[in-house]
């Protein structure tokens, strides 16, 4: 599934705004809101104030994605930020946060798709 980079202020200020769902797990928040298209809007938001190396930014980053390459997601535009500083970065721990925020996802969805 490909994802689509979110781009301009705009975008970003409708999202925060006007949000469907907050999910948050650990240190990450996502930001979920329906769009018209069938597509996957993602906006990155890896401070280098939460995470320092870049090696540790590039790598949360590319986790993310992944999260959003979810063909349950089609019609969303996610943001993904770090709301809280991250001071021992571990893999391990950053991949289960991760897969946290995954599920609360699916079952989001699931739960919404069922509603109907």
């Known amino acids: 599934m490909k994802v689509n980079s979110l781009k301009g202020n705009t975008n970003y200020d409708s999202i925060f705004k006007s949000k469907d769902h907050q ?28 995470i320092s190396l870049a ?9 993310a994605r992944e999260l959003a390459r979810n063909k349950s997601l089609e019609g969303f535009n996610i943001i993904f930020l770090v709301a809280i500083k991250i001071k021992t970065f571990n893999e391990s721990e950053i991949k289960n946060n991760i897969k946290k925020l ?13 509603d109907q």
């Open 23 to 50: 999910l948050s797990s650990g240190p990450f928040k996502i930001l979920l809101q329906k769009n018209k298209n069938k597509k996957i809007f993602l906006g990155l938001i890896v401070p280098k104030k939460k």
């Open 55 to 63: 090696a540790n930014r590039n790598f949360v980053k590319r986790r």
């Open 102 to 114: 995954k599920r609360k996802i699916e079952s989001l969805l699931s739960h919404e798709l069922s």
